[in-house]
């Protein structure tokens, strides 16, 4: 059974730092395109970063560029969100995704990442307070 579970969330302040991570079971991080989403409260979710495995390469959108990290632990099979610099506006339930099909890339369209046929974590609270 492939499950996803995030962990790490809470309350932060603006401009501090927050990890969130994702522990994978039922396969293997190393070969499917994983990524991170996010969803506020009266806004559509919005796929942020995601690594694509069909070429190795990892994206991020504008809003997150230079200041999130997406990176795979194969060892762990867990996937880590580093923030830094978080604002008011990061606030939302983040949800890890992976792409239940083999070496996939990511898909874009509209401003946000998407995997063509996810399975997806429950999900995390974030709160950034100002």
């Known amino acids: 059974e492939v499950r996803l579970v995030e962990s790490g969330g809470g309350l932060v302040q603006a401009g501090g730092s927050l990890t969130i991570s994702c522990a994978a079971s039922?396969?293997?991080?190393?070969?499917?395109?994983i990524g991170w989403f996010r969803q506020a409260p009266g806004k559509e979710r919005e796929g942020f970063t995601c690594i694509s495995k069909s070429s190795g390469s990892t994206h991020y959108a504008p809003s997150v560029s230079g200041r999130f990290t997406i990176s795979a632990d194969t060892a762990k099979n867990t996937v880590y969100l580093p923030m830094n610099d978080l604002k008011p506006e990061d606030t939302a339930v983040y949800h890890c995704?992976?792409?239940?099909?083999?070496?996939?890339?990511?898909?874009?369209?509209?401003?946000?990442?998407?995997?063509?046929?996810?399975?997806w974590g429950q999900g995390t609270q974030v709160t950034v307070s100002s």
């Open positions: 039922g396969f293997t991080v190393a070969d499917y395109a």
């Open positions: 995704a992976a792409d239940s099909r083999l070496w996939t890339a990511c898909g874009y369209y509209s401003g946000t990442f998407y995997l063509h046929s996810p399975h």
